[in-house]
């Protein structure tokens, strides 16, 4: 008769006892994994009781009725069945497997744990996986290596998921896996060995102590201070759900304000009314299914129809009529949100997608109006994917090399001749067609492309003004737009001037377009890159002047050679007499100051006879030229300034 050795067994209790208090003492947030996790831990535990009573019966078979030690002992091997399956089904979860859990793909899985089930239970009538003879002597079946065989399979399933999923896991997590992997086949090959040592158990509860360690997603995937979910946790539920074909809707809240809170309230208030808002909608939605995001958004995750989650959204919106209050607060806090409505798979099918259309429909002007619910349309939808298309056609282009450069004769009213042109950038994708520059360019300017795009045009400039001898043809400079996201950072001028000086070109030759925009921005850094451009020759424009932003202080304060007036001022002009005199007034004071004036959108021969009036020497728009390629801008300046015929685009 053996004599079974408990010393591991023990062990194994002390171990997991402790990884259990541990789990229920710390702060957590319960999940799937948490919840497989939790009944793994109890199961080692209960496992191990019941192998210690299964030895002390077998090692006292006197005394005790062997029947007890056929109960315990195949109580402790379903308690191994089952603490298999949950490691493979805690590995599934964990690695966003795509099983069809009401499907397939778990329930072939089951088909062993049940036929071990069974087996096991009608083992005291069959002896197939073990029997305990008339003396209280245990003996193997010969069923039982089928049973270690199975055992392995399981073991190298989740090994196999690992493998796929490595690339999604961290080192820690790989390193732990591995390490359970060893305990495991370890233990139970040295208890196959040396049956007398309990061993088992002993690897379930090191297994598990290194998935608390390193691989229990709440550890990861939640918020410590608010006691949400993160943002990585929705990523990864919206995988899981997408892949397993469940429909849902995500509200999302998007809050403001704070910045005046923690000037005003401090910190300590802030946090608190965001402590508030997470409790709320935590109390709120079924299953705590609430996630903060980066920055001061919330989502919800919600299995619901449409109609079911509007109702949820009402409670939200009720909830942020009635302002927060603070105990470290001494005024009650108003909270301006934003709320949109997302609907998976119909509207969004993958969280990246979720999060650009966020970023399309629930910005800062939606924050202006301090509420506003947003139940995505179609034309949110519409929107977003052209957004995508022509972002696409950025890239492809800067990747390619493939966008053009026009050209815009600015015309001397006086001389009737050329006197310079506008560069202008032009998109022509070979699968989304034409894009206008005013859809493109805030997207290039959003996304940080616009800098290859400015590059692309200064190098096809200067390489067109020196190959073509342009400044022969009367042309002394062209005029390159200069976004006012470039201004603002720190190498442009350096990149600028590099280019240049690779064509041995002049520098007073290039002329940079600035908007209103970035002079009423200046800051340091523009200023900075203003005198270096300016001190190297590189002369500056003032584009769209008159639109709403521009005034004398920054006309005196900017190194401006050129101010451009807007179209809007001259069409206003001809039909209003209030905009006529505001028109005029500009004009003289332009005058006074030293500046060019180049007046863009002249259309008519009304418009240039209204401006010759005003005094104004230049003008550039459709009357002359629309913006044209590069061998039509020489054709037509060798017309106009060597052949001496007429700018005007119905004389040509």
């Known amino acids: 008769m053996s004599t079974w050795k408990l010393q591991f067994e023990i062990a194994s209790i002390v171990l997991i006892s402790a990884n259990i208090i541990l789990f229920y003492t710390c702060n957590r947030i319960e999940t799937k994994l948490s919840l497989i996790f939790q009944h793994l831990m109890w199961i080692v535990l209960a496992t191990s009781i019941f192998d210690i009573i299964?030895?002390?019966v077998l090692n006292n078979p006197s005394k005790i009725s062997i029947v007890l030690g056929y109960l315990f002992t195949i109580l402790y091997n379903l308690g191994l069945i089952l603490v298999i399956w949950l490691y493979v089904l805690y590995f599934i979860h964990l690695t966003m497997t795509d099983y069809k859990i009401q499907q397939y793909g778990l329930r072939r899985l089951s088909v062993p744990v049940i036929v071990e089930i069974i087996l096991f239970c009608t083992t005291p009538l069959t002896h197939f996986i073990f029997y305990i003879d008339s003396e209280g002597v245990y003996h193997r079946g010969i069923g039982m290596g089928q049973w270690y065989f199975i055992g392995a399979l399981y073991v190298l399933h989740v090994s196999f998921i690992a493998l796929k999923k490595s690339k999604e896991m961290s080192k820690m997590q790989r390193t732990a896996l591995g390490l359970w992997t060893v305990s495991i086949i370890a233990c139970a090959f040295f208890q196959l060995v040396f049956p007398q040592y309990l061993l088992n158990s002993f690897g379930n509860a090191i297994g598990t102590i290194l998935i608390y360690i390193a691989l229990q997603g709440d550890f990861v995937d939640s918020d410590r201070m608010l006691g949400t979910y993160s943002n990585d946790a929705l990523a990864k539920k919206i995988s899981v759900s997408l892949s397993n074909n469940v429909k849902f809707q995500i509200v999302t809240v998007r809050l403001g304000g704070f910045e005046k809170i923690n000037a005003v309230q401090g910190y300590e208030v802030a946090d608190d009314v965001l402590r508030q808002i997470a409790e709320f909608l935590m109390k709120l939605i079924p299953r705590h299914q609430v996630f903060h995001l980066t920055g001061l958004y919330f989502a919800c995750y919600l299995e619901t129809g449409v109609e079911g989650a509007k109702e949820?959204?009402?409670?939200?919106?009720?909830r942020f009529e009635t302002k927060f209050?603070?105990?470290?607060?001494k005024n009650a806090i108003d909270v301006p949100y934003g709320i949109a409505l997302i609907g998976f798979p119909n509207q969004a099918d993958s969280a990246r997608k979720y999060s650009s259309l966020l970023n399309t429909v629930l910005t800062e002007p939606t924050l202006a109006n301090n509420r506003k619910i947003i139940y995505l349309s179609e034309e949110d939808i519409d929107r977003y994917d052209r957004k995508i298309e022509v972002e696409r056609a950025i890239e492809r282009a800067v990747r390619n090399g493939t966008f053009k450069v026009y050209y815009q004769p600015i015309i001397d009213l006086e001389t009737q001749k050329v006197h310079c042109a506008e560069a202008l950038i032009r998109l022509q994708d070979e699968e989304y067609g034409y894009i206008?520059?005013?859809?493109?360019?805030?997207?290039?300017?959003?996304?940080?492309?616009?800098?290859?795009i400015t590059n692309f045009v200064l190098n096809s400039v200067c390489r067109f003004y020196v190959d073509k001898k342009i400044e022969e043809k009367g042309v002394s400079f062209i005029e390159v737009n200069l976004s006012a996201v470039e201004c603002v950072q720190q190498d442009t001028a350096n990149r600028i001037l590099s280019i240049l000086n690779g064509y041995n070109i002049d520098n007073k030759n290039i002329n940079l377009e600035i908007t209103e925009t970035a002079a009423v921005g200046r800051n340091a850094q523009v200023n900075l890159n203003i005198d270096s451009l300016t001190n190297a020759g590189v002369?500056?424009?003032l584009d769209d002047y008159g639109t709403g932003y521009s005034n004398m202080s920054q006309l005196l304060e900017l190194p401006l050679e050129i101010a451009k007036v807007d179209k809007s001022m001259l069409w206003t002009a001809m039909k209003n007499d209030d905009a006529m005199c505001v028109l005029k007034k500009m004009t003289e004071l332009l005058h006074s100051l030293g500046r060019k004036i180049v007046v863009e959108g002249v259309e008519t021969r009304e418009h240039v006879e209204l401006l010759r009036k005003l005094g104004v020497q230049y003008a550039q728009g459709y009357c002359f030229s629309k913006p044209i390629p590069e061998e039509e801008f020489v054709e037509y300046l060798i017309n106009v300034n060597e052949y001496g015929m007429s700018p005007y685009g119905d004389d040509l």
Request: charged content about 25%.
């Open 539 to 541: 002369t500056l424009s």
């Open 54 to 56: 299964a030895a002390c």
């Open 325 to 329: 209050y603070s105990k470290m607060a």
């Open 312 to 318: 949820y959204v009402k409670k939200i919106e009720q």
């Open 436 to 452: 206008y520059p005013d859809e493109f360019i805030p997207l290039a300017e959003e996304n940080g492309e616009i800098t290859q």
